[in-house]
T-cell receptor, first 115, second 111 residues
């Protein structure tokens, strides 16, 4: 069974440019989360989808960040325009909504560097 | 909003020494999960605790969930170099489907 996959693995862009990150969750996982880890610090929550609906987007830093999950499958996170402080590793995770095992399975992350 | 704090932020131990990280939530949790992230890697699930006062063991790792379901701890006995990494707790609030991660404890084991 395929795990959570993220594209690209690395991205280096200039300040002011646009970047789109993609996450393919594990098939059948309705929960999809986006997290960000900056400079080796804590994993900060960005937002949470249940299927195609945004359940909680309280962690989104500002309106330069836009997440979508059309059809409730894969998700994209767009940063437009990117700023220097947006650099970090963006993790996507998915999990089942209910059941005995609801742990989050993480993708390998996308390392974003804004220069 | 919900906050999950962990202490210490960093811990350096000699190989063979014990290690403990503590996790505290500002609100009551329905369950708590622990993850380990190796340097350069992504968080990997270790265990989930659900019941008040629950204790679970995985070889040298012992996990506890507090009676009030607001705190948890991870204890590693006789650390090994393979234990290096950052350990995160992640709490799920009552009635919520979201996971909020703690600030993490980065463990360094000195051979």
């Amino acid at each position: 069974e395929a795990g959570v996959t993220q594209f690209p693995s690395h991205s280096v862009i200039e300040k002011g440019q646009t970047v789109t990150l993609r996450c393919d969750p594990i098939s059948g996982h309705d929960n999809l989360y986006w997290y960000r880890r900056v400079m080796g610090k804590e994993i900060k929550f960005l937002l949470h989808f249940v299927k195609e609906s945004k359940q909680d987007e309280s962690g989104m830093p500002n309106n330069r960040f836009l997440a979508e999950r059309t059809g409730g499958t894969y998700s994209t996170l767009k940063v437009q325009p990117a700023e220097l402080e947006d650099s970090g590793v963006y993790f996507c995770a998915s999990s089942q909504v209910s059941g005995a095992r609801t742990e989050a399975f993480f993708g390998q992350g996308t390392r974003l560097t804004v220069v | 909003g919900q906050q999950v704090m962990q202490i210490p932020q960093y811990q350096h131990v000699q190989e063979g020494e014990d290690f403990t990280t503590y996790c505290n939530s500002s609100t009551t949790l329905s369950n708590i999960q622990w993850y380990k992230q190796r340097p350069g890697g992504h968080p990997v699930f270790l265990i989930q605790l659900v019941k008040s006062g629950e204790v679970k063991k995985q070889k040298r790792l012992t996990f506890q969930f507090g009676e009030a379901k607001k705190n948890s701890s991870l204890h590693i006995t006789a650390t090994q170099t393979t234990d290096v990494g950052t350990y995160f707790c992640a709490g799920r609030g009552t009635g919520a489907n979201n996971l909020f991660f703690g600030t993490g404890t980065r463990l360094t084991v000195i051979p």
